[in-house]
């Protein structure tokens, strides 16, 4: 996956980029992230890349010139089929883990990072095809939102972890909560791993760990547990949980 950046900061990327799974992919062709810096784009004397807002009110918002030749420029580098354009803001659609496995599947992302008030309405309107939140509730700028989403998304890419089997199991995979997890030593300062674990029996430890995962979604999400979803072996467990407690 190609993945353009448009940024006012792009020095924020470096250490990320160059860091754990995400370099690897990078180091292995998975994936490429190339930062634009928005001011090397402004027309103007000064470099500027915001201004005041019309109408009056706080704070500055980014300029069109600068980031328009921007998007134009990073779009020139690919041909007949563009990528999608996602802007960063707080107004977007709220990432999930299912947007994030649909974004996996596209060949290349370009991520538009605003500051300020953000940016001019009129490059949403003409370039923008996606907005997408981290969360409700307003940053600073879109960086750190780009840099949740890349995460989130190339670690998806087929290859880029080791075993694919873990994602499948990871919470909001496939609408639970991951089980609990444990690593060695099996004792520690008193505190023991469940037996089960122990045990080799495969059967046994996919039962425990099925049935620590809608624990920990009853206990933790319970808004994420649709009891009408869950098969007749998943309602016996939660059942089973709910006799306990
Ligand atoms: C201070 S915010 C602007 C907020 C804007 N005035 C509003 O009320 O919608 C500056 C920039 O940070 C980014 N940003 C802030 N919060 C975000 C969030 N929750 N998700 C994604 N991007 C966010 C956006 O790129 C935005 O243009």
Known sequence: MKIDVLTLFPEMFETFRTSSILSRAVANNMVSIQTHNIRDFAANKHKNT??????????M??????LSD????????????KPKVIYLSPQGKVLTQSLAQQLSK?????????????IDQRIIDR??????????????????????????????IPGVLGSSQSIL?????AGLLEYPQYTRPAV??????????????????????RQQSLKNTLLKRPDLLNRDAL???DLKLLKELEDTF
């Open 50 to 59: 915001d201004d005041y807002p019309y109408g009056g009110g706080a704070g």
């Open 231 to 233: 098969s007749d072996e």
């Open 169 to 173: 199991e990871e919470s909001h995979s």
């Open 70 to 81: 921007a998007i134009k420029h990073v779009l020139a580098g690919y041909g007949e089929e």
């Open 127 to 156: 370039y923008v095809d996606m907005e997408i939140s981290i969360g409700d509730y307003v940053l600073t700028g879109g960086e750190l939102p780009a840099m949740v989403l890349i995460d989130c998304v190339t670690r998806l």
């Open 188 to 209: 520690y300062d008193g505190d023991a791993v469940p037996e089960v674990l122990l045990s080799g029996n495969h059967k046994e430890i996919e039962r425990w760990r």
């Open 106 to 118: 596209e060949p290349a992302l370009i991520l538009l990072c605003g500051h300020y008030e953000g």
């Open 61 to 66: 918002v980014m300029m069109v010139q600068p």
